[in-house]
């Protein structure tokens, strides 16, 4: 049998990192006697770390699911891992998670992480709790941390325990919701119930009353009662903090020392009694509109949160059963490509191991492997039912590289490899860019394309070397002029002839038709890249044949897709062809062709061609002190600032950059404001490069030529 839904508790564990989420995870792991001895992170031998990676560097990278049964609950605990370059796997984490545990570092307060991973528990609107970490630490400030977290979150955030003695001293925790003292033995454990010393009464008393009141506001018979009475039954109390934690209008504050194993009893108590089971939370959304409340009735419906490829068992697949009960051996159709999957077994999670489990009930998170076709973000349901779970909106990639495999041979292994990276992990991109000839990837940070260049080695055998990825500049001219060109060729036998005049002009929109020349027919075309070629026959007399033009128009074409200044595409160009000469027997199309080509080539340069670039529009949001030092760089970078604005605890900069000026920016931003600062960007125009970019751009062109 499955656990219960009303018993289930999905937690996630959110925060900077290094505030010990992963330590906190083996404690809690320990003291439900899911395991009987604590790992620790410098000896790489926690259950949540498992991966090789993440041992060698004493960080997590993966989000891990585990699983303990702390009273009448089963409690999902899902770590995370706490740097910014890997925030897709707390994003996916906390989108099944029901409430989110984010730990602080009591001594170093609120930290970048920390306020990063806030947008998110207010955007997923998720019920939060606080777990100051680490009071046993010298430097330890619990006072200070919370006064932050207040600070920075709101009144919402409240304290519910305190320490007795921070420090390296640490023992005992204040309680002000069941107004007790838990005193804890030296190596932690199990504590001691004792009366709270008449010393700490009064601020504890003060800490309870105000959480009285807070329950008490959530509901009017409870206001009524907290009136007549002067307070709340502990009944009351606990319906009143449970309905303002699933409103987010109470985040609880509790402490605890993760490397002494004191205080996380308390926390899973607390998380059994008080914090949502999946019935609790509203239903989910679906991608059509509607909801799905988490009930063990009806069909089955189960939505994959992550996938992970390993070289023994292929994929791994992390789901939650949002509705329904799923058996082992059931088949489920994939709502986003109809195949069906079979679940031939189905398991709890501790880390890497994994118990088979017969079923799992809504509101669970289970692993299964082997799926065909099934990937992240995905749903499936008993057959003849069609629900689509709202997808996971993954962050917007934030890093632009190319990539090379070390010998021309191994493409294809390369980018089987991304490809199934990419599948795995939605918050990469591959791209194979055409225009620039190159394959590009678009990843979270450095640290994240260091990662799967690791795991592309590790897992699929193959390497790879990061480049600078090409500009897609543009090529266009500026004024009028006229060229012709003549082909021919005498070589042996059937010779070659083909002469083309033609006028080129800049091309805009409504521009009247050229003068002195009568147009006989007009031919737009879009082209793939953007902006247009028109072009127009102008042919009296017959001096060029009709039936030529195909071939004439095909020539500029072929010069527009690589242009004449850097090979770039050119754009928004009107070609008219006015006149030419042709021999009966030499002129056919390729003549013609290539005596388009270079009549082209010769106009655009009298033409004074201009080079443009991508222009981007880059948002950045960073914290006051980063300002000044982003700003100073923004202008090293040929950046026109549009606009300046604070915006909630953030200063906003708006500005447009070249995007030959942004490469790396993300590691850049990242270093300039100590990680306070985040931004995205997005294609805004093309615009003329200045005069000295031109003559080099256009001179490190012919070397390339050259080399070649
Ligand atoms: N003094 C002290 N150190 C801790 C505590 N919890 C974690 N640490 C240490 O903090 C470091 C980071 O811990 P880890 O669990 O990897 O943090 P995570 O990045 O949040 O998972 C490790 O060296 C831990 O030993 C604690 O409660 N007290
Ligand atoms: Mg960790």
């Not at 992963?22 to 790489?44: C, D, K, N, P, W």
């Not at 897709?88 to 307060?109: C, F, H, R, Y």
């Not at 009366?195 to 009017?220: C, K, T």
């Not at 897609?472 to 070659?496: D, F, L, V």
């Amino acid at each position: 049998m499955g656990y219960d839904t009303k018993n289930i508790r999905n937690v996630v564990l959110l925060g900077h990192s290094g505030c010990g989420k992963t330590t906190f995870t083996e404690t809690m792991l320990f003291e439900a006697g899911a395991i009987s001895r604590r790992g620790t992170v410098e000896e790489g031998n926690t259950i949540s770390d498992f991966n090789a990676l993440e041992q060698e560097r004493s960080n997590s990278i993966f989000s891990t699911l585990m699983h303990v049964s702390w009273k009448d609950s089963k409690i999902n605990i899902i770590d995370t891992p706490g740097l910014d370059d890997f925030v897709g796997e707390v994003v996916s984490s906390m989108k099944v998670s029901d409430t989110s545990v984010m730990l602080l570092n009591a001594k170093n307060g609120v930290e970048v992480g920390t306020e990063l991973i806030w947008d998110y528990i207010e955007q997923f609107k998720t019920p939060a709790m606080f777990v100051i970490n680490q009071v046993d630490h010298e430097k330890a400030d619990f006072e200070a941390t919370l006064e932050q977290a207040i600070n920075r979150f709101g009144p919402k955030v409240l304290a519910f325990q305190y320490p007795l003695n921070p420090g390296t001293g640490f023992n005992s925790i204040i309680d002000a919701l069941r107004m007790v003292m838990y005193v804890f033995p030296p190596d932690g454990g199990k504590p001691e119930k004792k009366e709270i010393p008449a010393s700490e009464r009064d601020r504890a008393l003060a800490m309870h009353n105000a959480l009285v009141e807070a329950a008490a506001e959530e509901n009017e018979g409870l206001m009524e009662r907290f009136f007549e009475e002067g307070t709340l039954s502990e009944e009351d109390l606990a319906d009143g903090l449970r309905i303002g934690i699933g409103k987010q209008d109470i985040f609880p504050v509790f402490c605890c020392s993760a490397t002494r194993n004191m205080g996380s009893g308390r926390i899973m108590g607390f998380i059994n009694d008080i914090c949502p089971s999946p019935t609790d939370r509203p239903p989910k959304k679906l991608e059509n509109g509607t909801t799905l409340p988490c009930v063990t009735q009806g069909p089955t419906t189960i939505f994959i949160y992550k996938t992970i490829y390993t070289a023994r068992v292929g994929n791994v697949s992390y789901f939650k059963v949002y509705s329904g009960v799923l058996k082992s051996g059931d088949e489920l159709v994939n709502a986003a490509n109809d195949g069906t999957e079979r679940f031939s077994s189905l398991f709890l999670a501790n880390g890497k191991n994994r118990d088979q489990v017969d079923e799992l009930r809504a509101g669970d998170l289970g692993v299964t492997v082997k799926l065909k076709n099934s990937h992240t973000n995905q749903t499936l349901n008993t057959k003849g039912t069609d629900r689509q779970i709202a997808r996971i909106k993954f962050p917007e990639p934030r890093l632009h590289v190319a990539v090379e495999p070390p010998s021309k041979n191994d493409m294809e292994k390369l980018m089987r490899a991304l490809h199934l990276i990419e599948e795995e992990d939605p918050t990469l991109v591959v791209e194979q860019s055409a225009t620039l000839k190159q394959t590009l990837l678009h990843a979270q940070g450095q640290l994240h394309l260091d990662i799967i260049k690791y795991r592309i080695e590790q897992v699929y055998g193959v390497s790879m070397d990061f480049v600078k990825p090409r500009i897609p500049y543009r090529e266009t001219i500026t004024k009028e002029a006229n060229e012709m060109y003549r082909h021919k060729k005498q070589t042996g036998g059937a010779g070659q002839f083909a002469e083309v005049h033609m006028r080129i002009e800049p091309y805009f929109e409504g521009m009247a038709d050229p003068t002195a020349l009568s147009v006989k027919k007009t031919e737009v075309d879009q082209l793939p890249w953007g902006g247009k070629l028109v072009f127009l026959w102008c042919i009296v007399g017959g001096s060029i044949d009709a039936k030529f033009s195909n071939a004439i128009k095909k020539g500029i074409l072929q010069k527009m897709e690589e242009g004449p200044l850097t090979g770039s595409n050119c754009q928004d160009i009107r070609v008219s062809i006015y006149d030419g000469k042709m021999h009966p027997v030499d002129s056919n199309d390729m003549a013609f062709m290539l005596a388009a080509t270079q009549a082209f080539k010769a106009a655009f340069q009298k033409s004074q061609p201009q080079i443009l670039e991508p222009i981007y529009e880059l948002d950045i949001l960073c914290s006051d002190e980063a300002m000044g030092d982003i700003m100073g760089d923004l202008q090293t970078r040929r950046a026109i600032i549009m606009g300046m604005d604070s915006e909630g605890h953030y200063q906003k900069i708006i500005a447009k950059v070249p995007l030959a000026e942004l490469y790396q920016y993300s590691s850049i931003l990242r270093s300039l404001s100590q990680g306070r600062a985040k931004f995205t960007q997005t294609f805004l125009e093309y615009a003329s490069v200045p005069g000295d970019i031109q003559a080099r751009l256009i001179e490190a062109h012919k070397d390339e030529d050259e080399e070649e």
